[in-house]
Nanobody
């Protein structure tokens, strides 16, 4: 079964911190590279950070030095520690494989996404 469940979002003031969690089904997690993505209103979904099963990480320039991605392989969980948050970080955050997993429904394939978790940075 394919399942992604993100949590940990909320409202935070600029400069604050949040820690996001994502529980993934085994069919998604495995030994794959996992990533955190975000989508702000009117914008395309973008990759924020990714991590391999061996803990090699990559970050988008706009979060380098502020966000940290990590994973717990036995728990099939990916985390995103977000510090020094800015209003521009406001978005719905999703986790997925990097690149995203695709599922076949009704004869056509598409990216599978969980429900995401809303992060709002505002004073």
């Amino acid at each position: 079964q394919v399942q992604l469940v993100e949590s940990g979002g909320g409202l935070v003031q600029p400069g604050g911190s949040l820690r996001l969690s994502c529980a993934a089904s085994g069919s998604i997690f495995g030994f794959y590279r996992m990533g955190w993505y975000r989508q702000a209103p009117g914008n395309q979904r973008e990759l924020v950070a990714s991590i391999t099963s061996g803990d090699n990480t990559n970050y988008a320039d706009f979060v380098k030095g502020r966000f940290t991605i990590s994973r717990d392989n036995p728990k099939r969980t990916v985390y995103l520690q977000m510090n020094s948050l800015k209003p521009d970080d406001t978005a719905v955050y999703y986790c997925n494989r990097d690149p995203p997993i695709r599922v076949v429904t009704g004869g056509s394939s598409s990216d599978y996404w969980g429900q995401g978790t809303q992060v709002t940075v505002s004073s």
